[in-house]
């Protein structure tokens, strides 16, 4: 994935991990594999194989797509952005992802550096990310806390229960890394499921 910044600039470059093409090269055998097993049940004509090779071709088609999305350039044009509205937009995105609750805290008049359409589109991935990894039915909250320092604000995605996601599902993984470069490609920075109890961690730049 790269960042087109501005016509007639060079294209800021950003390495693809290797982690994440091994959980793709990883989930597209399994899912082959249950393609061929459902082609062979319903060659056998045993049971009815058409639910689960449905399934399958569609978790197929949502894995490309977060591919192509992790290979695909990106025009990133960053402006000063309220946090609070960051915020909203999170809280909206995991909402819709069926999640029980979602409150978040606010900070009137902070201000970060972001692109709110590239943003929207990394909180679409990490809320799905999240909810497949069974914060669907707790109760969230989004903490934006400025960093000491001053350069940096984080927005934590705590959940009520204690119980962080141990491991992604591939889905998961690639939907969060996909997150994770377009955050990245704005000038922050992703930390997914970083402690128990805690979904993600996105941290935006300060606007000066």
Do not use: F
């Given at each position: 994935m790269?960042?087109?910044?501005?016509e007639g600039t060079d294209e800021q470059l950003v390495a693809v991990r290797r982690d994440v093409l091994?959980?793709?090269e990883h989930a597209v055998g399994n899912l082959l594999q249950r393609l061929h097993h459902a082609a062979r049940a319903a060659t056998a004509g045993v049971g009815s194989p058409g639910e689960r090779l449905q399934g399958t071709l569609d978790d197929l088609e949502r894995l490309l797509e977060l591919l192509f999305d992790y290979v695909s350039p990106v025009a990133v044009q960053v402006r000063p952005t309220s946090a609070?509205?960051?915020a909203e937009s999170?809280?909206?995105?995991?909402?819709?992802?069926?999640?029980?609750?979602v409150a978040h805290g606010a900070a009137p008049g902070?201000?970060?550096?972001?692109?709110?359409?590239v943003l929207s589109r990394s909180f679409l991935l990490?809320?799905?990310?999240?909810?497949?990894?069974?914060?669907?039915?707790?109760?969230?909250?989004?903490?934006?806390?400025?960093d000491p320092a001053g350069d940096r604000v984080q927005f934590l995605v705590q959940s009520a229960s204690e119980a962080a996601a141990a491991a992604a599902t591939p889905h998961g993984?690639?939907?969060a890394a996909v997150?994770?470069?377009?955050?990245?490609?704005?000038?922050?920075?992703?930390?997914?499921?970083?402690?128990?109890?805690?979904?993600?961690a996105v941290a935006l730049p300060v606007a000066n």
């Open positions: 790269r960042a087109e910044l501005d091994n959980d793709v609070d509205r960051i999170l809280a909206a995105q995991l909402r819709a992802q069926g999640t029980r609750e902070l201000q970060v550096l972001a692109d709110p359409r990490l809320a799905q990310a999240c909810v497949r990894e069974g914060d669907g039915n707790a109760a969230l909250s989004i903490e934006i806390v400025p993984s690639l939907a997150a994770g470069r377009l955050i990245e490609l704005q000038g922050g920075e992703l930390h997914a499921w970083p402690h128990p109890g805690c979904a993600c």
